[in-house]
């Protein structure tokens, strides 16, 4: 297991409905997921039950839409674009676990001590902002989503505005997308 000897067994299993043994895991790991979560404090929950006392949650979430600018720029254009309303302010998404408070209060309501939240500047380094649109294209299923009502016409013209928008992240040194993320340590208080 990549030189860890103290790894016994890992598991990748969906966050929203853990099928494990109470109390089985030292550690469970949530990248970029929790900000998903129809219900995150019953998932955290469920997490919390798979731990072992004095266990521990890591967790990596983006930070506020202003220090995303890779994401929240095209997102915003979509919304723009397909007459979208902005989304509730419980409504899982990107940057829903954006503030450390907000991070710290679902941790605190699922039952975990100790948390403990670092900004860590994360930028999104590609060789242009084409590669960057490509990227998105690919893996961005939000942004599909979003336009899932919208013609091929449309579509591709709300792809021409993101990239008309994120052109100003492109220079001497390719394509550089402000990303922030908060990186996440709690406690299974037992």
């Known amino acids: ?18 099928h494990v043994p109470a109390g089985s895991f030292d550690s469970v790991i949530s990248r970029v997921g929790l900000i998903y979560f129809s219900d ?15 266990g521990r949650l890591s967790a990596v979430t983006y930070s506020t839409p202003e220090a ?11 919304r723009a674009e397909a007459q979208l309303p902005p989304p509730s302010p419980r409504q899982p998404g990107p940057f829903s676990l954006g503030t450390p408070e907000v991070l710290r209060d679902v941790l605190t309501h699922a039952g975990y001590v100790d948390a403990e939240v670092r900004s860590v500047p994360s930028p999104l380094r590609l060789p242009s902002t084409a590669d960057f649109v490509l990227f998105a294209r690919e893996s961005f299923g939000a942004l599909h989503q979003m336009m899932g009502g919208l013609d091929d016409a449309a579509r591709e013209r709300i792809w021409a505005r993101i990239a008309a ?12 997308g402000p990303c922030e993320m908060l990186v996440v340590g709690a406690v299974n208080r037992g």
Request: charged share 20%; net charge neutral; no cysteine.
């Open 40 to 54: 995150r404090v019953l998932a955290l929950r469920q997490m919390r039950r798979a731990l072992r006392p004095g």
């Open 1 to 18: 297991m990549a030189g860890l000897a103290g790894v016994l067994r890992t598991e990748v299993v969906h966050g929203e409905d853990l």
């Open 165 to 176: 928008e994120l052109q100003q992240f492109e220079g001497p040194d390719g394509f550089i």
């Open 68 to 78: 995303n600018g890779f994401f929240s720029i095209p997102i915003s254009v979509v």
